[in-house]
């Protein structure tokens, strides 16, 4: 059986700024860190950025690195208990990038492999941010470690939002609450 590539990471980041910019969005907010590499990459197109990882060598790491950058903020934490912090913050539309899930080597791992559907809860409760969420690795939703089957979580996002479009490009979930024409991609 043939294995897929995985999708670039420039792919992703074109993505986030495409819809930064046809969309008019200037918040953005990231679960899990990593080494920062989106949050570098996107910081043109936003206002404000919110990025939360749990692990803290790597947290310390985002800290330094962003030091001098005063709309960047690196937030130390499980991404379930940081989040409904951040959105009670929020009043304006915001791209949500959720990639918080344990991916072996540096990563930290929580309670689950991946808290995506704590997070998804989350920002489906709110009834006064509009926004945009993508979440990477569409390919690991296949209902274990902390994952639904990818049908499932369709199936739930739907439910909390009628209005809301759900669609899969490039490895990345894309669930639309705005009112928009067209979702890119």
Request: glycine content about 4%; hydrophobic content about 40%.
């Amino acid at each position: 059986m043939k294995r897929k590539l995985p999708v670039p990471h420039l792919v992703k980041q074109k993505l986030i700024k495409n819809l930064a910019k046809e969309y008019n969005i200037r918040t953005f907010i990231e679960t899990g860190t990593y080494l920062g590499a989106m949050v570098q990459a996107v910081s043109n197109e936003f206002e404000k950025i919110y990025t939360v990882e749990l692990d803290k060598k790597l947290y310390r790491r985002a800290k330094f690195i962003f030091k001098n950058n005063r709309k960047i903020r690196v937030i130390l934490g499980d991404s379930e208990k940081k989040l409904p912090v951040l959105i009670n913050k929020i009043h304006s539309p915001t791209i949500f990038w959720l990639d918080a899930h344990y991916s072996r080597g540096i990563t930290s791992k929580g309670k689950l492999e991946s808290p995506i559907k704590a997070e998804l809860r989350c920002i489906l409760r709110s009834k006064s941010v509009e926004y945009i969420i993508l979440i990477d690795d569409a390919d690991c939703f296949n209902g274990r470690g902390g994952y639904p089957l990818l049908s499932n979580l369709k199936k739930s996002v739907l439910k909390r939002n009628l209005k809301a479009s759900f669609k899969v490009r490039n490895n990345v979930v894309i669930i639309n609450n705005r009112k928009f024409i067209r979702i890119y991609g």
